[in-house]
């Protein structure tokens, strides 16, 4: 089926839809493919519209639009600008341009395809997004559930929503999302697009928590210490107060959220609000331990000043170690067009029922390599075990956090201590060296300092002393 050379003109009658938008509904015949050539929609407005959009597809099979012109055009109530797709498998739009589209209540300045049944195809080639709005919701220029979006020759700029300012997906990761990853953008630009609360060019599930050391407060002076994504704090004392006074939720972009205050979140659409409200941050603390527990403010939805304040009273034994997490809710999966799911260390890939999903490895058990197939049991030699983390017992050793090989410090155990920054800039493995097994070595160095080595099984441990 073809339509050419449609050119509607201004309307902006409540009731006269017939010439507002052209309605596709329930193409599903086999090898069907509807086409749309040189279509014109420009300076039209809908009202009263819940569910629609200009142009309106249904379980379509496959559509094409080619050399298509959207442009000024205003959906009052309805989802998307200019378009709206549900329930339809693939869709193509080559040398067209979407310009100043406005969905001023709902999802989609210029496109909306949402699918829920099965994975959708998005193809757009040589075409631009320009100046749309989803001035209450997502997706600035483009807002998709379940479709994977292919994304080559395109401009995607200046667009603005609340959340996902140029495109918003859900559920799926794009394939041109995972090639940008990789450093290939297929000759696309996707810039100067903005989001109030975030995911200025893309937006979608959040990606991890931040804070900042001097974010973090104690009753008394510690000593803070960074370590890939976790914080150490030595010397503590049980009961003594910690606070966190901003801890910020990162976006795909490494751009924190941003939540408006309850007075200003009254007009936001339902999915922002959905979203914002489910956020929430919480301390979890050392469950395998009995002797230790945590009271004060664990968790929170309560965002103020740039981040969410949480306090922590951890109580224990003296003289011992203990885990604290902070963590949010808001984290989920997404698979990519193949249905496969992206594995974080520390996590495990396992069948569940038809699916395929990740899941961390609990306290106790460990996993370094995403190719692990089931969780590794703590060794002996480690306090504590969870996801990726493995934190040793004093007199054991490794060389970084990425492996399982763990030596103990059999010359000098008791000065030995993994654990703490300066003890492990005082360590050093040398590997496979051609010499007999438990020879002592002492080498003099200059400004007073001694290295300590000793030899076994054709490995080095080489300790700092003072």
Same mark, same amino acid.
């Given at each position: ?5 449609i050119?509607? +003109?201004s ?6 839809f ?21 279509i ?13 959009? %200009?142009?309106? #597809?249904?379980?379509?099979?496959d ?42 209540? @709902?999802? =989609? ?9 099965? +994975?959708? $195809? +998005? ?6 997004f ?12 483009i807002?998709?559930? &379940? ?11 200046? !667009? @603005? ?41 893309? =937006? ?34 049980? =009961?003594?107060?910690?606070? %966190? ?20 979140q ?5 999915? #922002?609000l ?18 230790i ?5 664990l ?17 224990? &034994?003296?003289l ?17 067009? !193949? ?7 520390g996590?495990?890939q396992?069948?569940?029922s ?6 961390s ?23 504590y ?10 007199g054991?050793w ?8 763990i ?15 300066q003890? @492990? ?23 007073? $300092?001694?290295?300590n ?5 054709n490995?080095?441990?080489?300790? &700092?002393?003072?």
């Amino acid at each position: 089926m073809s339509m050419d050379n449609i050119q509607p +003109l201004s309307n902006n009658n409540k009731h006269q839809f017939a010439i507002n938008f052209i309605s596709i509904t329930s193409f599903t015949i086999q090898n069907n493919q509807v086409t749309l050539d040189y279509i014109t929609l420009k300076l039209n407005k809908l009202n009263q519209n819940t569910f629609s959009s %200009f142009i309106q #597809v249904n379980q379509c099979n496959d559509i094409t639009l080619t050399e298509c012109i959207f442009q000024d055009n205003i959906n009052s109530d309805g989802y998307g600008g200019a378009i709206q797709l549900i329930e339809t498998q693939k869709v193509q739009i080559y040398y067209s341009h979407f310009i100043s589209n406005k969905c001023l209540q @709902k999802n =989609g300045g210029a496109i909306n395809f949402i699918n829920t049944q099965y +994975l959708g $195809t +998005l193809d757009i080639n040589f075409s631009a997004f320009i100046v749309n709005q989803a001035i209450l919701s997502t997706g600035g220029a483009i807002n998709i559930s &379940k479709v994977n979006l292919i994304l080559k020759n395109s401009q995607i700029e200046s !667009n @603005k929503a609340q959340i996902g300012g140029g495109i918003y997906y859900q559920s799926i990761i794009p394939d041109f999302v995972l090639l940008l990853q990789k450093g290939i953008n297929q000759n696309n630009t996707i810039q100067n697009n903005y989001a109030s609360i975030y995911g200025k060019n893309l =937006g979608s599930t959040l990606r991890k928590i931040q804070i900042s050391q001097k974010d973090i407060s104690i009753q008394s002076s510690h000593n803070i210490n960074q370590k890939q994504n976790s914080l150490e704090v030595e010397g503590i004392q049980s =009961g003594e107060q910690i606070i %966190f006074q901003k801890i910020q939720v990162i976006d795909e972009e490494g751009t924190p959220v941003y939540i408006p205050s309850i007075q200003n979140q009254n007009n936001l659409s339902d999915d #922002v609000l959905l979203i914002i409200r489910q956020i929430n941050i919480e301390i979890t603390c050392d469950q395998l331990n009995i002797q230790i527990k945590c009271v004060g403010n664990l968790k929170s939805s309560d965002y103020q000043n740039g981040g969410f304040y949480l306090t922590v009273q951890p109580m224990y &034994k003296p003289l011992s170690t203990m885990i604290m997490k902070i963590r949010s809710n808001v984290f989920p999966q997404l698979v990519d067009s !193949n249905n496969n799911i992206q594995i974080n260390q520390g996590q495990i890939q396992k069948q569940f029922s038809n699916s395929i999903i990740c899941e961390s490895c609990p306290e106790g058990k460990y996993s370094l390599d995403i190719l692990d197939g089931e969780c590794k049991k703590c060794p002996d030699s480690a306090e504590y075990c969870s996801g990726s983390k493995i934190q040793l017992k004093n007199g054991y050793w490794r060389s970084n956090e990425f492996t399982d090989e763990i030596i103990y410090c059999n010359y000098n155990p008791d000065v030995c201590q993994p654990q703490s920054n300066q003890s @492990k800039d005082n360590y050093f493995l040398i590997r496979n060296i051609d010499s007999p097994p438990n020879i002592k070595i002492n080498i003099n160095l200059n400004h007073n $300092t001694n290295l300590n080595a000793n030899v076994n099984s054709n490995q080095i441990l080489i300790s &700092k002393t003072f």
